[in-house]
């Protein structure tokens, strides 16, 4: 009797094993998993203690939908965009505060779009959690689904539903990890998310939502991304539709660390008790230079104060390679040397503050390889090497950037003249020529192509709010000889990577910002409808629990930064690989 259970103990994990093998879930029993009853109530209470702990924080929360229309090839194809800003506030109801709503620069703000941003940003807001009053079992009905697995997370799986249609107003599934019985997955249906999303729907659909959470920090989850999608009743004929992502970023209160500008610091003797030493100053072109610096140093640390600016690390480190890769072939001579850093926002842009060239995260995620990262970059590289405008000065005096962010984003601009433009690209393809990029202008020029046929259906994506329009209006990177070897771009053809969907390289940390390369692995040959340029796609992070001291990772092998080379000997410059998206 032993020995036949034992056997049919042994079927069984066969079986199981063989169905989560197949994809389907095992039969679980509540014998195996804890009460549904305590697990419920251990749910509601973290969710609890998670809504009280947003009181205290202020994340940006950004928000891109996207139109499509039916195409007979692609199935649907991009037709439009909305763009919207927002910063969390919690007073008296959780509210996402528009960070765009102040005229700008570039044009007023009328009171009906203020408006209509302000919808948007309070549909956003609805998709931090399922129910800002909680699921409570008093109102909710949960029904166990099964365990699976989110990443590392093993989960308990339940669908929920109102027991009063007029109460509650999210139906769908949620996801608990077993360890600290946090929600950390809600996908279905919230009809607060619906109701004020109703303008951008037809009539007969609704939007569902997919939202997912992170661990930032101990036992902390925070809301972190966002998927929404119109769908249609099932049997419904082909129609336009929308879909769009959700980000939130910038938990931490911490204040910004300061970048060291001194490496190393030596005790000399002061010039002024040497016999005989004269006043010891600076030129007026030295002073200029430190007076620009501090410009410099005011607006990366305001835009990081706005949690608009990503914390330095391994990403900002292999562009930094790129630009050397740039610089040494050409042999330029730098006064000083030039760094980079990422805008967090999804607007693709690029612009140059003083020395240090900014990029935005939605850039280098579309961009489809490292010889399109290069083209934007030596473009940024001419302005300085053509001895353009860096800053204005009037940036070095702190109190000018003492306004609110929403003030920031409408009024500070760094853009230059038309004519700087087109002597920019000028120079730029000569620094391309030069460089190990030359061979792979291809690349580049089908990206040139998309972002300048996209530019008319995507107004609200490729548009900066700092910096330069990347779409190449002069026509001069086009027209150069490098380029007229690149495909014409054909949006149904699979064989083309002319861009790349927002997501395919960069992963925001929603805790402190800090942007980190996206490992995913590389599909076989895609289909026309894969391709998806510039377009918004689920998410499906990788789930784990946070590590207080994680291993560190062996740092890249970045090349120095050389300020002033004197050699005359060609140096073959060192490529390092940017992921290029599949």
């Given at each position: 009797?032993?020995?036949?259970?034992?056997?049919?103990?042994?079927?069984?994990?066969?079986?199981?094993?063989?169905?989560?093998?197949?994809?389907?879930?095992?039969?679980?029993?509540?014998?195996?998993?804890?009460?549904?009853?305590?697990?419920?109530?251990?749910?509601?209470?973290?969710?609890?203690?998670?809504?009280?702990?947003?009181?205290?924080?202020?994340?940006?929360?950004?928000?891109?939908?996207?139109?499509?229309?039916?195409?007979?090839?692609?199935?649907?194809?991009?037709?439009?965009?909305?763009?919207?800003?927002?910063?969390?506030?919690?007073?008296?109801?959780?509210?996402?505060?528009?960070?765009?709503?102040?005229?700008?620069?570039?044009?007023?703000?009328?009171?009906?779009?203020?408006?209509?941003?302000?919808?948007?940003?309070?549909?956003?807001?609805?998709?931090?959690?399922?129910?800002?009053?909680?699921?409570?079992?008093?109102?909710?009905?949960?029904?166990?689904?099964?365990?699976?697995?989110?990443?590392?997370?093993?989960?308990?799986?339940?669908?929920?539903?109102?027991?009063?249609?007029?109460?509650?107003?999210?139906?769908?599934?949620?996801?608990?990890?077993?360890?600290?019985?946090?929600?950390?997955?809600?996908?279905?249906?919230?009809?607060?998310?619906?109701?004020?999303?109703?303008?951008?729907?037809?009539?007969?659909?609704?939007?569902?939502?997919?939202?997912?959470?992170?661990?930032?920090?101990?036992?902390?989850?925070?809301?972190?991304?966002?998927?929404?999608?119109?769908?249609?009743?099932?049997?419904?004929?082909?129609?336009?539709?929308?879909?769009?992502?959700?980000?939130?970023?910038?938990?931490?209160?911490?204040?910004?660390?300061?970048?060291?500008?001194?490496?190393?610091?030596?005790?000399?003797?002061?010039?002024?008790?040497?016999?005989?030493?004269?006043?010891?100053?600076?030129?007026?072109?030295?002073?200029?230079?430190?007076?620009?610096?501090?410009?410099?140093?005011?607006?990366?640390?305001?835009?990081?104060?706005?949690?608009?600016?990503?914390?330095?690390?391994?990403?900002?480190?292999?562009?930094?390679?790129?630009?050397?890769?740039?610089?040494?072939?050409?042999?330029?001579?730098?006064?000083?040397?030039?760094?980079?850093?990422?805008?967090?926002?999804?607007?693709?842009?690029?612009?140059?503050?003083?020395?240090?060239?900014?990029?935005?995260?939605?850039?280098?995620?579309?961009?489809?390889?490292?010889?399109?990262?290069?083209?934007?970059?030596?473009?940024?590289?001419?302005?300085?090497?053509?001895?353009?405008?860096?800053?204005?000065?009037?940036?070095?005096?702190?109190?000018?950037?003492?306004?609110?962010?929403?003030?920031?984003?409408?009024?500070?601009?760094?853009?230059?003249?038309?004519?700087?433009?087109?002597?920019?690209?000028?120079?730029?393809?000569?620094?391309?020529?030069?460089?190990?990029?030359?061979?792979?202008?291809?690349?580049?020029?089908?990206?040139?192509?998309?972002?300048?046929?996209?530019?008319?259906?995507?107004?609200?994506?490729?548009?900066?709010?700092?910096?330069?329009?990347?779409?190449?209006?002069?026509?001069?990177?086009?027209?150069?000889?490098?380029?007229?070897?690149?495909?014409?771009?054909?949006?149904?053809?699979?064989?083309?990577?002319?861009?790349?969907?927002?997501?395919?390289?960069?992963?925001?940390?929603?805790?402190?910002?800090?942007?980190?390369?996206?490992?995913?692995?590389?599909?076989?040959?895609?289909?026309?409808?894969?391709?998806?340029?510039?377009?918004?796609?689920?998410?499906?992070?990788?789930?784990?629990?946070?590590?207080?001291?994680?291993?560190?990772?062996?740092p890249p092998a970045t090349a120095p930064r050389p300020t002033v080379r004197r050699t005359n000997t060609p140096v073959r410059p060192t490529a390092v690989a940017v992921k290029k998206g599949s």
């Amino acid at each position: 009797m032993r020995t036949l259970r034992s056997f049919s103990s042994t079927i069984s994990a066969v079986l199981s094993l063989a169905m989560q093998a197949a994809g389907q879930p095992p039969d679980v029993s509540a014998a195996d998993r804890p009460p549904d009853r305590n697990v419920i109530a251990y749910g509601m209470r973290a969710e609890g203690a998670m809504m009280s702990w947003l009181r205290d924080v202020s994340p940006v929360g950004e928000g891109y939908l996207q139109g499509f229309v039916p195409a007979k090839k692609l199935g649907h194809v991009l037709s439009g965009d909305r763009y919207s800003l927002g910063r969390f506030q919690w007073v008296n109801d959780p509210r996402l505060e528009n960070l765009l709503g102040v005229p700008s620069v570039d044009g007023e703000v009328t009171p009906e779009k203020a408006a209509a941003d302000q919808q948007l940003l309070d549909g956003l807001v609805e998709t931090m959690v399922p129910d800002w009053r909680g699921l409570s079992p008093e109102r909710y009905e949960y029904k166990f689904v099964r365990r699976e697995f989110l990443g590392a997370l093993r989960c308990l799986v339940y669908d929920v539903t109102p027991r009063s249609p007029e109460d509650g107003v999210f139906a769908g599934r949620i996801y608990l990890e077993e360890r600290t019985w946090n929600l950390v997955r809600f996908t279905g249906m919230n009809r607060r998310v619906d109701s004020r999303l109703k303008a951008l729907r037809d009539n007969n659909s609704r939007f569902r939502i997919d939202g997912w959470r992170v661990n930032v920090t101990g036992n902390r989850w925070a809301p972190a991304f966002a998927f929404i999608e119109e769908s249609l009743p099932l049997g419904s004929p082909e129609s336009r539709l929308v879909k769009g992502q959700v980000r939130f970023w910038g938990y931490d209160k911490a204040p910004p660390p300061r970048q060291d500008q001194f490496t190393e610091v030596k005790l000399v003797k002061s010039v002024s008790t040497v016999s005989g030493a004269g006043p010891r100053g600076c030129s007026p072109q030295q002073c200029e230079r430190q007076f620009e610096s501090q410009a410099e140093e005011n607006v990366l640390d305001r835009l990081f104060q706005a949690k608009l600016l990503g914390v330095p690390g391994d990403v900002e480190q292999k562009l930094e390679q790129v630009l050397t890769n740039l610089e040494v072939p050409n042999r330029l001579v730098l006064a000083q040397a030039i760094r980079c850093r990422l805008l967090l926002t999804t607007r693709l842009e690029a612009f140059t503050v003083g020395n240090t060239i900014v990029l935005s995260r939605g850039l280098v995620d579309v961009l489809p390889g490292e010889s399109a990262i290069a083209l934007v970059l030596a473009h940024q590289l001419a302005h300085n090497d053509l001895g353009h405008r860096k800053i204005d000065s009037n940036l070095g005096f702190p109190d000018v950037l003492r306004i609110s962010d929403a003030e920031l984003l409408a009024k500070l601009r760094f853009r230059h003249t038309p004519e700087e433009e087109k002597a920019a690209d000028e120079r730029a393809m000569q620094i391309l020529r030069a460089s190990m990029y030359q061979q792979k202008m291809s690349e580049c020029g089908l990206a040139m192509q998309a972002l300048q046929a996209y530019a008319p259906r995507l107004s609200h994506l490729i548009q900066p709010s700092f910096g330069e329009h990347v779409a190449d209006a002069a026509q001069v990177v086009r027209d150069d000889d490098m380029f007229r070897i690149a495909d014409v771009l054909d949006e149904e053809s699979a064989e083309q990577v002319a861009g790349l969907p927002l997501g395919s390289n960069l992963m925001v940390n929603p805790w402190n910002g800090k942007v980190e390369l996206l490992r995913s692995e590389k599909l076989p040959a895609l289909a026309a409808h894969e391709r998806a340029e510039f377009a918004v796609t689920p998410f499906v992070p990788y789930l784990d629990y946070f590590v207080e001291n994680p291993a560190p990772s062996k740092p890249p092998a970045t090349a120095p930064r050389p300020t002033v080379r004197r050699t005359n000997t060609p140096v073959r410059p060192t490529a390092v690989a940017v992921k290029k998206g599949s």
